[in-house]
């Protein structure tokens, strides 16, 4: 076995491959960028080596760096994760060429794979089921689009050379094929440095499950069984499960077969995962194979019992495969959700931030948390924005998906906005529980899983009223002082009664809590038509509390502005009322487009003067891996822009100025 290896990624991944390697006696050696100097996966590596700038382009891509790395450590193998490099050919053959082994498929099986065009032809000839498309090597625009009609709307754009929903856009009818071409090439040429497309017939409806492959370099190959991916946003995944559920009779093996049919016709070495589409008929087609370890394989491990890794490790060394199709088994069930710093109610954008508070499910046989980030950690804008990914297992489908419920639960971040309390909506959703589930899931339910959720005020305001009492009453008071009346907090007033009026503010609403004393710890609190008798005790972060009888607990944090109680009902933010002591306050005046995210400027595609129509395109952002198109809501004239091609920008900055027509008429 390898007594060093160096990981070529970072974050979770990078964490991940340290664990199983440790078991294995291996020492690690981490790389890092600027921006990771001290992150998770280089404190757990026995040794770290530094290889550039933040940006992926200035450190984890520069293969020359990676090997440069590998030969200073005398590193005898290199895993490269997933994303950056793991597909790369190239870097492939420099490992081959330095001697240094190359955790991974052989440089030929790369390359086919790495084609969508040309998988397509390989699976052909393997017999492998594909979808109608244009797979050809031609890309003058005219002839894409011609396919597209002769394929039949709705048609999908993919990148020949893409992964992760980077360079792939949904085309409905001809008049969206142009912008969505130029949409598709460009990101997939800032993603892959390769603009190619090939067009397919896009299915209504389908379910993507992929199955998980396994060769050795002694001709041997397994399948690990299905995952089903269908639940997705911006074509990337967000939950995965394993088994996939309602699968036809027979669907397994036949699926299974082709699998390992598309992995042996490139003579696959290493873990591997062929994607397929599944119509309702159980009917399934080839997508493409992902030559690396994919982000949810954590769900094939907990209900195999295997670690992909560790197999990884020991097919990479000239192992055998440690089992036999016929000695691997399925039991029970289980999810992975990727816990994303990006906000559901803004078309899921990307978020920045530090994590000033990480408190994470506890972990067991059941619940398990793949992570590189601790709290204090920055999540910044040059990586992709995924804190963790939580995976939970049960004997049945029911049960992990309680479990999973459970967890989210009790998943609890401040700092940067999250995809939480969205996971949580979607997994108790009445159809997600119901198995009835497909590629656009989220767009069918959109209605109800993404409905502003009304929590009990009349039991939330309580306990924050409570918290604010409490904390209040802690307060140090100099030992000289303590008989100072003028650190009483029991309310005394001369001739009138003994009453403190709080005032929170939950959204844009305030409410004015009336409380009395009515014995130790315990108060009698009023507001609107409610009124309570409530008592309890704050210990650290924790808040106890009994309001008219039911106790109940909180996790109490505060924020630079907001506190947030974190409760069985969900996570409920307030502010305290700020005394209004006259000062103005600048008052934004709209004129100003403003950055929706931390990230850079990809292209400015108007200039000052210039007159434009509602819904062109004038700026293109990306942060995080996400493109993101800022277009004119109405007619209107370019007054001024403050940014360049290339500018980093933080979220919230104007980008340009602009003067609906209406208004420029009128000051004419």
């Given at each position: ?85 793991s597909e790369n050919a190239l870097f492939c053959h420099l490992c081959e060429t330095n001697n240094v082994v190359f955790i991974g498929p052989p440089e030929a099986a790369i390359k086919t794979m790495g084609s969508k065009s040309a998988s397509k032809i390989m699976m052909e000839m393997a017999e492998v089921p594909l979808l109608p498309g244009y797979h050809g090597a031609d ?88 995952r089903d991916c269908s639940v997705q946003r911006r074509h990337q995944k967000i939950i995965e499960e394993a088994p996939a559920p309602k699968l036809p009779d027979g669907v397994r093996e036949l699926m299974g077969d082709a699998a390992l049919r598309a992995a042996k016709s490139v003579n696959y070495v290493g873990a591997g995962t062929v994607e397929f589409l599944l119509d ?146 979607l997994v108790t959703h009445k159809a997600f529980i119901a198995e009835e589930l497909s590629t656009d899931f989220i767009t069918k339910n959109e209605t109800s899983l993404f409905e502003t959720r009304q929590l009990p005020i009349e039991s939330l305001a309580p306990l924050a009223c409570l918290y604010l009492t409490l904390r209040r009453q802690s307060q140090p008071v100099p ?190």
């Amino acid at each position: 076995m390898f007594g060093k290896i160096l990981i070529a990624n970072r974050g979770e991944i990078a964490c991940r491959v340290i664990r199983s390697a440790r078991k294995l006696g291996i020492r690690t050696v981490a790389v890092y960028s600027d921006a990771d100097s001290n992150a998770l996966h280089v404190q757990m590596a026995d040794e770290a080596v530094h290889i550039g700038g933040s940006a992926p382009a200035d450190s984890y891509l520069i293969m020359e760096k990676i090997i440069d790395a590998a030969k200073q450590t005398r590193s005898e193998a290199i895993h490269p994760g997933y994303g950056f490099l793991s597909e790369n050919a190239l870097f492939c053959h420099l490992c081959e060429t330095n001697n240094v082994v190359f955790i991974g498929p052989p440089e030929a099986a790369i390359k086919t794979m790495g084609s969508k065009s040309a998988s397509k032809i390989m699976m052909e000839m393997a017999e492998v089921p594909l979808l109608p498309g244009y797979h050809g090597a031609d890309q003058n625009p005219t002839l894409l689009k011609n396919a597209a009609e002769e394929i039949g709307y709705p048609v999908l754009l993919k990148a020949v050379s893409g992964g992760g929903g980077k360079g792939m856009r949904q085309v409905h009818s001809p008049d969206e094929f142009d912008e969505a071409l130029a949409a598709a090439k460009r990101e997939a040429l800032s993603a892959f440095g390769d603009g190619d497309m090939l067009v397919e017939k896009y299915l209504e409806q389908p379910r993507h499950v992929e199955v998980q492959v396994f060769c050795d370099s002694l001709g041997n190959g397994i399948y690990l069984f299905e995952r089903d991916c269908s639940v997705q946003r911006r074509h990337q995944k967000i939950i995965e499960e394993a088994p996939a559920p309602k699968l036809p009779d027979g669907v397994r093996e036949l699926m299974g077969d082709a699998a390992l049919r598309a992995a042996k016709s490139v003579n696959y070495v290493g873990a591997g995962t062929v994607e397929f589409l599944l119509d309702s008929t159980g009917h399934f087609y080839f997508m493409e194979m992902n030559t690396r370890l994919q982000v949810e394989h954590p769900v094939t491990e907990m209900i195999t019992g295997q670690d992909l890794v560790e197999w990884q490790l020991k097919v990479a060394n000239g192992e055998p495969l440690p089992l036999a199709q016929s000695e691997l088994t399925i039991t029970g069930h289980a999810f992975e959700a990727r816990i994303y710093a990006e906000d559901p109610d803004n078309e899921f954008l990307p978020a920045a931030g530090k994590l000033t508070w990480l408190q994470q499910p506890v972990e067991s046989a059941h619940v398990r948390i793949d992570t590189g980030v601790i709290q204090d950690d920055e999540v910044g804008v040059f990586y992709d924005p995924m804190i963790a990914k939580l995976i939970v297992w049960g004997e049945n489908r029911g049960l992990a998906l309680q479990r999973l419920a459970q967890a989210l639960a009790t998943y609890r971040i401040i700092g940067v906005t999250t995809n939480i309390d969205f996971l949580h909506r979607l997994v108790t959703h009445k159809a997600f529980i119901a198995e009835e589930l497909s590629t656009d899931f989220i767009t069918k339910n959109e209605t109800s899983l993404f409905e502003t959720r009304q929590l009990p005020i009349e039991s939330l305001a309580p306990l924050a009223c409570l918290y604010l009492t409490l904390r209040r009453q802690s307060q140090p008071v100099p030992a000289s002082d303590r008989t100072s009346p003028w650190h009483a907090c029991d309310n005394w007033r001369t001739n009138a009664a003994a009453i403190h009026l709080e005032t929170i503010v939950v959204g844009k609403t305030d409410y004015i809590i009336r409380t009395a004393k009515s014995g130790p710890d315990t108060f009698d609190m009023h507001f609107e038509n409610t009124s309570c008798t409530v008592s309890g005790s704050l210990e650290g972060n924790n808040l106890i509390a009994t309001i008219n009888g039911h106790r109940q607990t909180a996790v109490v944090v505060e924020g630079v502005t907001t506190i947030s109680l974190f409760t069985s009902n969900g996570t409920f933010e307030f502010t305290t009322k700020v005394t209004d002591l006259g000062e103005e306050v600048d008052q934004d005046d709209g004129s100003g487009f403003k950055a929706p995210m931390n990230g850079t400027v990809v292209d400015i595609l108007v200039m000052k003067g210039e007159t434009v129509s509602a819904g062109d395109t004038l700026v293109i952002m990306e942060a995080m891996k996400m493109e993101h198109a800022i277009k004119a809501p109405v007619d209107g004239l370019i007054s001024e822009i403050f940014y360049g091609k290339g500018d980093l920008v933080d979220g919230g900055a104007d980008l340009l100025a602009f003067e609906p027509l209406s208004l420029a008429n009128n000051q004419n």
